[in-house]
């Protein structure tokens, strides 16, 4: 059975048609990319995986059952946008998570936050972007999740942030779980994918795995993703 | 060490060669035991997807085999590793000798100047 099965989804706002006919699927155990320009549908078809909007058309089923309580309760999410209350102190906000998440590993968030030299007495809203960032990533990570779902993880990282947001996903999810990563920023991140999806105008275009891919076409993933979609 | 990687290549494909590389120079040593796939993965800084697939090439070659639930091993045939450094050294050869003779050079003056480096 499919961790993820996204049967002939579609979405629309106010007679727009954002999602055409969307089928995706993905098994346990991968780091995938939803690459797509700006607008693509990426960031919507994150949040109807999440049960934050309902479909028009079509279905979504996590682990053979529709989305919905139970589905939230595996997938650890990384919005594109903050949620955190940031008077909060970074201590807070790990006994908030650990109140409200089963599968969160308190101990292996303290353990990445020392590994980042971060006082958990300081408030979020003290600390650099970068540094929220970071913060919320290793809260997402903590989780023992089937999915990992994260929303343009390195908008406006730094390059070292970035490498460090990397490494952080490497070496924190296990063979069991996937990660799904939306991305415009395409050659920073194509190193660590097993497979692709790219997105384009509400539709799938592609769905392929990453060597694969670069092997067929002689190109790194970012090239072959300009050439498809030159703007 | 820091890991490059060309993102127009496959990336297994990248390990392997790597890999090859710490085989013929002895990092890893005939029967001697590897590192798991998660820290290989970790010391690359790459999917450990992707290193399964380049180790399980390097299987396919026989320049590594699994014992059973216990991981994976350098082969013991030294002669197998020998003759992947043979090709290695052949083809640094040729590429010396083809980047000379582009300089208008032969191969008994090439090697001549070989004999002068340290």
């Given at each position: 059975?499919?961790?993820?099965?996204i049967?002939?989804l579609?979405?629309s706002?106010?007679?727009?048609?954002?999602?055409?006919?969307v089928?995706?699927s993905?098994?346990?155990?991968?780091i995938?990319?939803?690459?797509g320009?700006n607008g693509?549908?990426?960031?919507?078809?994150?949040?109807?995986i999440?049960?934050?909007?309902?479909?028009?058309?079509?279905?979504?089923?996590?682990?053979?059952?529709k989305?919905g309580?139970?589905s939230?309760?595996?997938?650890?999410?990384?919005p594109e946008?903050?949620?955190?209350?940031?008077?909060?102190?970074v201590?807070?906000?790990i006994?908030?998570?650990k109140?409200?998440?089963?599968?969160f590993?308190?101990n292996?968030?303290?353990?990445?936050?020392?590994?980042?030299?971060?006082?958990?007495?300081?408030?979020?809203?003290?600390?650099?972007k970068?540094m929220?960032?970071?913060?919320?990533?290793?809260?997402?990570?903590?989780?023992?999740?089937?999915?990992?779902?994260?929303?343009?993880?390195?908008?406006?990282?730094?390059?070292?942030?970035?490498?460090?947001i990397?490494?952080?996903?490497?070496?924190?999810?296990n063979?069991?779980a996937?990660v799904?990563?939306?991305?415009?920023?395409?050659?920073?991140?194509?190193?660590?994918?097993?497979?692709?999806?790219?997105?384009?105008?509400?539709q799938?275009?592609?769905?392929?795995?990453?060597?694969?891919?670069r092997?067929?076409?002689?190109?790194?993933?970012?090239?072959?993703?300009?050439r498809?979609?030159?703007? | 060490?820091?890991?490059?990687?060309?993102?127009?290549?496959?990336?297994?494909?990248?390990?392997?060669?790597y890999?090859?590389?710490?085989?013929?120079?002895?990092?890893?040593?005939?029967?001697?035991?590897l590192?798991?796939?998660?820290d290989?993965a970790?010391?690359?800084?790459?999917?450990?997807?992707?290193?399964?697939?380049?180790?399980?090439?390097?299987?396919?070659?026989?320049?590594?085999?699994?014992?059973?639930?216990?991981?994976?091993y350098?082969?013991?045939?030294?002669?197998?590793i020998n003759?992947?450094?043979d090709?290695?050294?052949?083809?640094?050869?040729?590429s010396?000798?083809?980047?000379?003779?582009?300089i208008?050079?032969?191969k008994?003056d090439?090697?001549?100047?070989?004999?002068?480096?340290?």
């Amino acid at each position: 059975m499919e961790l993820v099965e996204i049967k002939h989804l579609s979405k629309s706002f106010d007679n727009k048609e954002i999602l055409k006919d969307v089928n995706i699927s993905i098994s346990s155990g991968k780091i995938v990319g939803l690459l797509g320009k700006n607008g693509a549908g990426k960031t919507t078809i994150i949040k109807l995986i999440n049960d934050l909007l309902t479909p028009t058309s079509g279905e979504i089923l996590i682990k053979g059952k529709k989305v919905g309580v139970e589905s939230k309760k595996i997938i650890s999410y990384l919005p594109e946008r903050t949620y955190l209350n940031k008077q909060m102190k970074v201590s807070e906000v790990i006994s908030y998570f650990k109140d409200f998440y089963d599968d969160f590993d308190d101990n292996k968030a303290l353990k990445l936050l020392e590994a980042l030299d971060l006082s958990v007495d300081q408030k979020l809203a003290k600390m650099s972007k970068g540094m929220q960032e970071k913060v919320q990533l290793v809260l997402v990570m903590s989780r023992n999740a089937d999915l990992y779902i994260l929303d343009e993880p390195l908008g406006g990282v730094d390059p070292a942030t970035r490498d460090y947001i990397l490494d952080t996903i490497l070496s924190n999810f296990n063979e069991d779980a996937s990660v799904i990563i939306s991305t415009h920023l395409i050659s920073d991140i194509e190193r660590i994918l097993d497979e692709v999806i790219f997105i384009d105008r509400g539709q799938v275009i592609l769905q392929s795995d990453a060597d694969t891919l670069r092997n067929k076409e002689k190109a790194s993933i970012d090239e072959i993703f300009r050439r498809m979609f030159r703007c | 060490m820091e890991f490059t990687f060309d993102n127009n290549l496959p990336i297994y494909i990248q390990l392997l060669e790597y890999m090859k590389i710490y085989l013929i120079s002895g990092v890893f040593k005939c029967g001697e035991k590897l590192p798991s796939v998660r820290d290989f993965a970790n010391t690359f800084k790459v999917n450990p997807n992707t290193m399964q697939k380049a180790l399980a090439e390097l299987e396919e070659m026989k320049l590594i085999y699994t014992e059973r639930t216990n991981g994976k091993y350098v082969t013991k045939d030294e002669e197998l590793i020998n003759k992947l450094k043979d090709e290695y050294a052949i083809a640094l050869a040729k590429s010396y000798f083809q980047g000379m003779k582009r300089i208008g050079l032969g191969k008994a003056d090439s090697i001549k100047y070989l004999e002068g480096i340290e």
